[in-house]
């Protein structure tokens, strides 16, 4: 069946570091993935879409890769602030049918301390 | 533009009990989602909708029932609650499915069965 793993432990990083959270897929091709950000007690809110042939994605301190080879993205966010602490969904989509469902991954944890 | 609403935001239910929760967008998206978000699971899809009148399942369907006889409201049901339906539950939207397009999420609902 189809599978995301994400990082289940929390990120803790220092203010101004880079934070670079990973996404893992297996049994899925996917003709794109996108980022969410969630903030306890409310829904998700999209960042970022990167499609099957694109390698990278940048919008302003965030950067997404997408290795179809190895099955995973990662999404890093530079020059961090406490102000980006949350958690970080990553979603994979464009199965066969033209419905727009997701697959979501469980979320990484993001915490930045000044 | 109040995006995507959802109704209660938070509710107790005893098992066996019934309830619905409502979704409402102005957007005029024509897709719309209800997932189901607990810990370490990441969102599930329940049930979706790619229009007025239609319905379809999701990932994990057992259990709920879903109308969307208007296009911005999207109703979620429990027709006999039971403790493993203690969640988050988030409506979505989109506005036509087409490959890579955002989901717009609600706030949220919290239910507890008891």
């Known amino acids: 069946s189809q599978k995301i793993e994400q990082n289940s432990e929390a990120l ?8 670079t959270l990973t996404c893992n897929y297996t049994n899925y091709s996917p003709a794109y993935l996108q980022w969410y950000r969630q903030d306890p007690g409310r829904g998700p809110v999209f960042l970022l879409l990167i499609r099957e042939n694109e390698k990278e994605k940048r919008k302003e301190r965030l950067k997404v890769t997408f290795d179809t080879t190895l099955k995973q993205s ?3 966010i530079t020059a961090s602030q406490p102000a980006d602490s949350a958690t970080y969904l990553c979603a994979l989509g464009g ?3 033209n ?3 997701l697959i979501f991954g469980q979320g990484t944890t993001l915490q930045v301390k000044p | 533009n109040a995006g995507v609403t959802q109704t209660p935001k938070f509710r107790v239910l005893k098992t066996g009990q019934s309830m619905t929760l409502l979704c409402a967008q102005d957007m005029n998206h024509e897709y719309m989602y209800w997932y189901r978000q607990d810990p370490g699971m990441g969102l599930r899809l329940i049930h979706y909708s790619v229009g007025e009148g239609t319905t379809a ?7 709920y029932n879903v109308s969307r006889l208007k296009k911005q409201n999207f109703l979620l049901g429990l027709e006999s609650a039971a403790p493993s339906q203690t969640s988050v539950y988030f409506c979505a939207s989109t506005l036509t499915g087409l490959a890579g397009e955002t989901q717009y999420f609600g706030p949220g609902t919290r ?3 008891l």
């Open chain 2, 57 to 63: 399942k999701g990932e994990v369907p057992d259990g």
């Open chain 2, 111 to 113: 239910l507890l069965v």
């Open chain 1, 12 to 19: 803790n990083i220092q203010e101004g570091k880079t934070a």
């Open chain 1, 99 to 101: 419905t727009g469902k």
């Open chain 1, 74 to 76: 990662l999404f890093h």
């Open chain 1, 95 to 97: 199965g066969s049918s």
